[in-house]
């Protein structure tokens, strides 16, 4: 089968396409290598057709998607700060680049969109754990783009009979996620200041916790939203359905890594949401999705990796 993966070098596109080539897909990318990196995909550079653009270039979308069954649209601007500084710029991409992709699908006949949305829909309001039917409180124009456009996705559904499945992700972990920006995921920041000796902060009392969910994961989810009969505009978290303190991921990384500086503390991080812990049973139900891998491999997992890489 024909596939698109829209921000396919970056991190969980990256191992999204690793996937899909291995199971003998052919496979476009588009990526605008704003964060992806043509490096994340080396492993498979010969067998993926990498096009470099923007889904808010409708023209390059349309380019990029001809002939494919299925498109998985990851590609966004994934940093809440850079949405709070320059929202124009990232509506364009986050919710105009949905569009796009809704679009281009429609004219060039694909079945099916997979869309990367985020548990940032739900804010902070909703009771814990959250599922799909919360009332979902954005609090940050990225969390306001990831909304409209899984309207969108889902509205296409039943408007244009185009497959489409929304994909909640929550905190996602892994290899090739960038440590280098103070706005990255906290694992990949603790995991790189453990290699380096270094301590790191935590922002607040470290007690905040966080629904850690493996990019392996994260790729088996997408499998299965491709494979499975009629979606129909399905809305679905992707999580372990756990939650980890800040300070019990910390202790866990020190743990594994044999030892680690004590972590500093400073103020907490404005807009933070306090708890996050998604209900995972429309995945396993409508989805046959159950995360695989306990945080604790994966971290283990993550730290050779890193090692496996440094210097
Ligand atoms: P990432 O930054 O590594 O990946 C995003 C990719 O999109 C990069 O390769 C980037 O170059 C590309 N991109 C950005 N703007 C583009 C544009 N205009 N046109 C084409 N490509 C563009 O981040 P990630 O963590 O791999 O995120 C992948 C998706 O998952 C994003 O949609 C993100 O919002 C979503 N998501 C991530 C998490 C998480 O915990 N990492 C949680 C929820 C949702
Ligand atoms: C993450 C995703 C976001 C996604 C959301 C869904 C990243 C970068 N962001 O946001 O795209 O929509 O999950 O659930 O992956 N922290 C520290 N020290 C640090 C860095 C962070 O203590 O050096 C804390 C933060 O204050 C926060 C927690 O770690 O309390 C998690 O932060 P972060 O990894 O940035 O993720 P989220 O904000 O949950």
Redesign the pocket.
Known sequence: MKVLV?????????HLVEALVARGDAVVV????????RA?LAAVAEKVDLQV????DRAAVDRAIAGCEVAF??????SVPKTIEAPVETNA??FG?TLNVLEAARAAGTRRVIF?????VYGDEAPLPVAEDAPVAPLSP?AIE?LCAEHYVRVWAPLFGLETVAL??????GP???PKSPYS?VVSIFVDRILKGEAPTIFGDGEQTRDFVAVADVVRANLAAATVDRPEGLVCNVARGEATSLNQLYATLADLAGGAPDALYGPARAGDVRHSRAVVDRARDALGFVAKTPVRDGLAALLDWARSTAG
Do not use: C
């Open positions: 829209t921000g396919g070098a970056g991190f969980i596109g990256s588009l990526d605008d290598l704003s964060t992806g990196k994340n653009g923007s889904v808010a649209h990851q590609a966004a601007i994934a991409v986050n680049g990367a949305s985020s548990a940032a990225y990831k909640r992700y929550f905190n996602v972990f090739r996620q960038d995921g």
